[in-house]
């Protein structure tokens, strides 16, 4: 199996996964890893990164040819890929290694920006309209650390059979140059999970809500009593954990 | 009169300039100062910026209303313009100042870089597939500096009517984490001058061509004399001076 880390500006696609009325960004590796096997195969991401959600770590798993060393499909496919989807390594691991089932942990960081003049953020932060308080985030933060049912940080739909429970080792929040970066590292994260705890630790450090309200909207454990969602061009998988 | 300092990412715009079939910023600021003045009112810049060419301070000037204040335009234009086109001041200045003719130099910067597996590059950033000899294209650029006839870097129609002569102050190249950037000061720059002086230097720098080359194509004062022009997306236009 082929274990590849790809990063990617997913400004211009439709998210990961593979759609049929938009472009994602699967179909895109595919037509290319098609072009080198000359049949099609199958690419198996570590999770679905939804429209405009960036990628600096993503992990991805496909069946090898025999006749490809795994050294020439970084070169290869980069040759062949956009260059808004760039392969950053390719190499060889066990046939059992899955990019979403052998995972064990992923990083995701958030980044804002209180400087509204900078034509260059749109795509990358998302700009911050009002100043932010830092420790009051933290202080929030804090209560989003450790194991807990996430459905209320959430909006997929309930399924019995998926765990809701995901325990988040680490949150930082860092400012920088008028930057503020959110970095999250956890077991897993539910669809739309860091975005509805970024927008709630920025209601939360523009005083739209106290630090309470973090740990009341948490105990409700129902996916409608979080009304904030910070927006996709902020977000970036950084990394993917195994073993 | 105002003088509006602005900035804007290029990448989704045919240039600065209004155009029949394609969407100039001139145009899209001409339509946002109309929302505020009630009436057409025209922007005139420092000069043209090429398709996908970014500016950080690009300068406009415009006849301002007698109803508004100086202060309330830069609000005004940023909450009309697209996020990629960002007022960064708006002061009221003499009535004979004039964004072009008022001019006395202005600085580009142009940026490289050697990582080929950003991507997050490629609007921004002309990506090199080889390393360039940083000394080498020194020395090069040390023969641009001064005052020359700058006809063969450059592929404007020749105007007899417009000097081709130029003064170039200065000229920076510097390396840093695998991007490179070239920074030019001068008198003002003909059409392309910046990419083709740049594209000269990178192929100096790959030792397609040597140092001495980079004088005979100035010498020539021939605009078929140079084959190098580096793509649009590497170029900033970083400040225009007055007075």
Redesign the interface.
Known sequence: MIKAII???GSNYAGWQKQTNALGIQEVFERALQKIHGEFCEVVASGRTDAKV?ARGQVIHFQERPDIHPTQYKRAL?GLLP??????SCVLVDHDFHARFSATGKRYDYICTLN???????R?KT?LMQPVDLEKMKKGALLLKGTHDFTSYSSCKIDPRKPRTKTIHSIEIQEKDGDIRFSFVGTGFLRYQVRMMVGTLLALGQSKIEVEDVQKILDRKDKHACRFNAPPQGLYLMEVYYG
Do not use: E, T
Not at 116 to 122: E, L, Q, R, T
């Open positions: 990063a990617y500006d960036h980069n260059l808004d989807i760039r392969v950053q509204k003049d900078d034509p260059f953020s749109f990358y700009v």
